[in-house]
């Protein structure tokens, strides 16, 4: 009798085993859904549609975006990580998913996915009025120092990456801002600006585009690796002070860790469409710099900035 339950049990996980291997092998045979933790018309829902609209052609499956913004995000990530590691569930995982675990406000990190592509990474920018004061990184500094306290950095909400990226500044160069939270993302904080309302704003050159382009707003520096194509006048800080962490806002399309080989294969159809030059053009229509990290690249970024994070945070006891 037990040799006869060892073999049923035997042969039960076999039919599983075979049944999954079945249903990879056939990959995909139903809708793909993309989850993206952010509402409609933002930075990420902006890429996950385009990256959709440009893949159509690219794979055998009707792929479907659903904002899910509860939580603040949260909500999103944490059903994405958690969803069958079949393929059908897909997640635009940002960058809250390397700071959100060190604040104790979400569950899951980056190793519970296994990205896919990240076809945006935008670094932060100090960005203020075109008659600011100061027209250089050096002199905003100086001119912070000798203002402490002074100088209203608006931001899309405590704790978020771009008021983080003002932190990391004042931690830096031992300087001090009044930091100001806008509800909504970061257009408030950019219409704050453009009003005379803020002083600054730290975030993805992007976001203020129009504004830069009619001569409203000027960047001061961006805290990247590398300039960015569309302003490769503006310095990056570390260039300019040898900076040596890069603070930026990326979004990687990712699958639950558990996703078999078979299936993550199908899915670089994504990596071939963020790599397309007409989908590269598309996202700098938008004021987005293209950016392409997959493989090992891409984990590695994730990392490192789950590593940054939780060093900046203890570092200033957020």
Known sequence: MKRLVQFTVVASMSLLF????????????KDIKIIVPNAPGGGTDIVARGLVEHAKDKIDANVIVENMTEGGGITGLIQ???????????????????????????????????????????????????????????????????????????????GAVWHLAAVALEDEFDIEFSHVPYDGGTAPAIAALSGGHID???????????????????????MSEERLDFLDEVP????????DFTVRAWAALSAPADTAPEVM??????????????????????????????????????????????????????
């Open 18 to 29: 075979a049944a999954c291997n079945s249903e990879a092998a056939s990959y995909p045979a």
């Open 80 to 158: 994405g990580a958690n969803a069958d590691p079949d393929g059908y569930t897909l997640t635009m995982t940002t960058v809250e998913l390397a700071m959100l675990p060190h604040l104790g406000r979400l569950s899951v990190d980056y190793e519970a996915y296994q990205p896919i592509v990240a076809p945006i990474a935008d670094p932060a920018a100090v960005i203020v009025p075109a008659d600011a004061p100061y027209d250089t990184m050096q002199e905003f500094i100086d001119y912070a120092k000798e203002h402490p306290g002074e100088i209203k950095v608006g931001n899309s909400g405590v």
């Open 200 to 222: 600054a704003v730290t975030a993805a050159p992007g976001n203020a585009i129009s504004q830069i382009q009619a001569g409203e707003l000027k960047v001061l520096g961006v």
């Open 236 to 243: 990056t800080l570390k260039e300019e002070f040898d900076m």
């Open 265 to 318: 294969e199908v899915l670089n159809v994504f990596v071939e469409t963020a790599e397309d030059p007409e989908f590269q053009t598309f996202l700098r229509n938008q004021g987005i710099n293209p950016v392409s990290f997959s493989g090992e690249e891409l984990v590695e970024m994730m990392e490192q900035d789950h590593e940054m994070y939780s060093t900046l945070m203890e570092n200033l006891d957020l």
